[in-house]
Nanobody, 120 residues
Framework: VQLVESGGGSVQAGGSLRLSCAAS????????MGWFRQVPGKEREGVAR??????FTFYTDSTKGRFTISRADNTLHLQMTALKPEDSAIYYC?????????????????WGQGTQVTVS
């Protein structure tokens, strides 16, 4: 198993959750990683991503200022605050194995199994 998410759950609007994704070192080291989310009937969308060095982060407009992506010790994190019902989705972590740090899910080679986040 290459990527394993944890930390999902149910929370009231305005609350916080922290997602984690444990990665195999061969995938984690020096590779762009990201968080995506998907709701039934919709395409998977990017939430945030971080480059291999950890110095550069990128956020989708809907999560900017509320979510924080970070990485350390072979683990990717997503701190989510001020959660809204529209943030409810299955959240996936993913890793690229090529250079760059793309927005497109198709450029990510490894995916976790997903963790449910429900905001009511």
């Amino acid at each position: 198993v290459q990527l394993v998410e944890s930390g999902g759950g149910s929370v009231q609007a305005g609350g916080s959750l922290r997602l984690s994704c444990a990665a195999s070192p061969s995938i984690y080291n020096n590779h762009c990683m990201g968080w995506f989310r998907q709701v039934p009937g919709k395409e998977r969308e990017g939430v945030a991503r971080i480059d291999g060095s950890g110095r550069f982060t990128f956020y989708t407009d809907s999560t900017k200022g509320r979510f924080t992506i970070s990485r350390a010790d072979n683990t990717l994190h997503l701190q989510m605050t001020a959660l809204k019902p529209e943030d409810s989705a299955i959240y996936y972590c993913a890793a690229m194995v090529t250079t760059g740090c793309s927005t497109s899910p198709s450029t990510f080679s490894y995916w976790g199994q997903g963790t449910q986040v429900t905001v009511s």
